[in-house]
């Protein structure tokens, strides 16, 4: 299988969280993904989160609730440990649909609402930093 090559950046959707065209850094240094997310509530039915940023307008502020979700340690590159939570959705890169795993975070001081790292892209996709929206611009 021939791997699509992805640039630094990109616009990419996540049709079971309604957020479309959402910027994203590609970010090999990364292990994990992160998704912001502006509030988080454990309830009996599941984990609510509610994706809302002033800032990223495309961040809709509606609240989504996964019956599945887990706890990850995740280490930054100053080397401090942060326990998250993680959820599974889709996402689409260049017209297809994969899964993803992501933590959540508060990415309201980031310029990037949406982190890739390399456990999602592995296998799948090679880097070019010098490009960017390559998905984004293949659709259009």
Known sequence: MTKK??????????PKL???EVDCKIDTGAYTSAIHCSEVQVEEDGLHCTFYSKGHPNFNGK??????F????VKSSNGYVENRYKIKTDVVFFGKTYKINLTLSTRDDMRFPVLIGRQFLKRKFLVDV???????????
């Open 18 to 20: 309604d957020l479309f």
């Open 70 to 73: 887990t706890f990850t340690d």
């Open 5 to 14: 090559t992805l640039g630094r950046t990109d616009k990419i959707d996540f």
């Open 63 to 68: 609240t989504k609730v996964f019956k599945e």
């Open 130 to 140: 010098d490009l960017q929206n390559q998905s984004f611009n293949s659709n259009n």
